[in-house]
């Protein structure tokens, strides 16, 4: 994208993103939760209480946040895919106006790998090590990177260049465990405490701008992903119903002389936040965006916010069951499901009677209100191409790990409503995964299977347990049904190729790795694990090109280093015996360069030692 030109005086932006956040667990809304960094934001800006999330999922969610369209145009429906080069985000757009741009994320769902990035110039992921799955960076360690980097920047005279600077909190998410003198009373008070550990780091976040002289022109946007269900609808967390609990967040615009406080009760939604930020700005808008700039009701004048669409791909993806949509409109919504569910928001919030079958002319309406909105078509997304990432996401509750169904859903599918109690056994078969206690996760999943024998999760997840137990020609069998049901379910692939391997059917184990690289090129352990099956069975040059693409995807891994040296070295014996004395000397050099300790190996073999030179000398 080409730039347009500095643009001079421009104010900067400052765009925080709490993840998990209930427009309740804030002061400023609830009165019940005091967070007052938060609150003078608010109050001093322009506030929407019930704002709107296309899905309760982060990254789904985010994408929708920079790009201003709805998660079937952009693509991206659950965590773990991927963003591709299109649609154009705000960050871009921004970049290529002259914009410093820089973000700092603090949950794995939005690491670098699922295209977040695009468009930033310095994309700080960096997370805690850690041998469990639900590593965050804290909210005051990310605050600190992102004064850091304002810091460096002003030192290096780069203050004179607008910046962006785009900040994410991840600390409400599950599993709530706030710092010690955050946690207050009741059933929610770790959740709350964690929003007001956020709050905290927001106000050094504030401070070190200030100290900093960055906070003159700036335009602050503060909003959340989505909410959290904290039981209500049966739901624990997020992420499978799209109630109210999950799809309402807070949304504040502050920039002292130029948004007046104010507030508003209209339902504002994340796809209208990038196309506001590019008019406040005096930037150029994104294009075909499902957004609209909020810039009329924040200047006081009348304005009608369109329609709210509303989705969960999660029961499909995950589970194999419905997927959800809803619209929200006018005070109305309407959820589609196999059992539908018409709301009237005004008298009934918490979504507890359903008026579908007494107010048949609304639900008639708001349906094809949104086969509309629908009608805008969609985007495929591709999924994770990481093992590390399919089996990080499942660990911290996202279902389907970007790997579900990639057919359209059939009728006749199960309501989520109805499948509470297999979720919460699969959600239990997980949790005792992520313990190590195999044994006693596929007694939850075989439950699952018990009644429902074509259960994606189930059955992939029954398959890993299998594996762990060495039982290779159960999981063998389920995992193969599982490709059978969706032959492009890549981690099904690859726990049945691991199976195999372990089971010693090289030959077919080698034939479902070849699938998995297919469907995931970027993904360095499979191109790893199928070299070392393919050396196995001595076929050395096709292992050797396997190892050479699992290097060039991840340079700094030893273990895929020596395995592709380990090739060459035979390869080396194989050139020798051809009579390819120089071929030979060739691959024995690539072969040091991956393993030193290979040299002294080749010095012990009487016919490789000719070509070895000494120690103190050049050559080979």
């Known amino acids: 994208m080409a730039a347009e030109g500095g643009p ?6 400052l765009l925080i993103s709490i993840d998990t956040l209930r427009p309740d667990a804030l002061g400023w809304v609830s009165g019940a939760n005091a967070t007052p960094s938060l609150d003078a934001l608010a109050r001093e800006g322009f506030r929407f209480p019930a704002a709107v999330s296309p899905v309760p999922l982060t990254l789904p969610a985010h994408v929708s946040l920079m790009t201003g369209l709805v998660p079937r145009r952009h693509g991206v429906r659950d965590n773990g895919q991927v963003l591709g080069a299109t649609p154009p985000t705000l960050a871009e757009l921004l970049a290529a106006r002259g914009y410093a741009t820089a973000a700092f994320v603090s949950g794995y769902t939005l690491r670098s790998p699922f295209g977040l990035d695009r468009g930033f110039q310095h994309y700080d992921d960096h997370l805690p090590a850690s041998v469990d799955a639900w590593t965050e960076r804290p909210a005051l360690a990310t605050t600190a990177a992102a004064l850091a980097w304002l810091g460096a920047r002003k030192q290096q005279g780069g203050e004179r260049v607008p910046f962006f600077l785009f900040v994410h909190y991840y600390d409400a998410h599950d599993p709530y465990t706030p710092p010690a003198g955050f946690t207050g009373s009741g059933p929610r008070g770790a959740y709350d405490g964690e929003v007001r550990f956020v709050d905290h780091a927001v106000a050094r976040l504030r401070e070190g701008i200030a100290r900093l002289g960055a906070d003159r022109k700036l335009l602050t946007v503060v909003t959340g992903d989505h909410g959290e269900s904290l039981g209500e609808h049966g739901e624990a967390t997020h992420g499978f119903f799209i109630y109210e609990a999950t799809t309402r967040v807070p949304l504040v615009f502050h920039s002292p002389g130029r948004v007046r406080p104010g507030a508003s009760s209209a339902g504002a939604r994340l796809v209208d936040v990038a196309p506001t930020i590019l008019e406040l700005l005096g930037a150029r808008g994104l294009p075909g965006v499902d957004g609209v700039s909020l810039l009329p009701l924040l200047r006081g004048a009348a304005q009608r916010v369109p329609p709210a669409l509303v989705e969960s791909q999660q029961p499909w993806l995950g589970y194999g069951w419905a997927p959800l949509s809803a619209v929200r409109d006018d005070g109305w919504k309407l959820i589609v499901a196999p059992r539908p569910e018409l709301f009237d928001l005004r008298k009934d919030p918490g979504e507890r009677d359903n008026l579908y079958q007494r107010r048949p002319e609304v639900a008639r309406r708001l349906r094809d209100r ?72 596929l007694l939850r999943f075989d439950a699952v299977l018990a009644r429902e024998e074509n259960n994606r999760l189930a059955l992939l997840r029954s398959g890993a347990a299998l594996v762990e137990l060495r039982r290779f020609r159960e999981a063998i069998g389920r995992l193969g049904r599982l490709v059978r049901l969706d032959p492009e379910h890549a981690e099904a692939r690859y726990t049945l190729a691991d199976a195999l391997t372990q089971a010693g059917e090289l030959a077919s184990a080698a034939q479902q790795w070849r699938e998995v690289v297919r469907l995931q090129p970027r993904r360095a352990a499979a191109w790893s694990n199928l070299g070392s099956v393919l050396a196995r069975q001595r076929a050395w040059r096709e292992a050797a090109a396997a190892l050479e693409r699992a290097v060039a995807l991840e340079p700094a891994d030893d273990t895929f280093r020596e395995n592709l040296a380990a090739c060459r070295f035979e390869l080396a014996r194989a050139a020798l015996a051809a009579g390819q004395v120089e071929e030979a000397r060739q691959l024995l050099r690539d072969a040091f360069a991956l393993d030193p300790t290979l040299r002294a190996t080749a010095r012990r073999d009487p016919r490789l030692a000719p070509l070895v030179a000494p120690a103190a000398g050049g050559g080979t």
Do not use: C, M, N, V
């Open 370 to 441: 949104l086969q509309q909105l629908e009608a805008a078509g969609t985007s495929p997304a591709p999924a994770a191409e990481d093992a590390e990432a399919s089996a990080a996401l499942r660990a911290l509750g996202y279902a389907s790990g970007a790997a579900g169904a990639r057919s359209a859903p059939p009728a006749g599918l199960p309501d989520p409503k109805d499948r509470l109690a297999e979720k919460d056994r699969l959600t239990e078969g997980e949790a005792l995964l992520l313990r190590r206690d195999f044994a006693g996760a």
């Open 8 to 13: 001079a005086g421009a104010p900067d932006l």
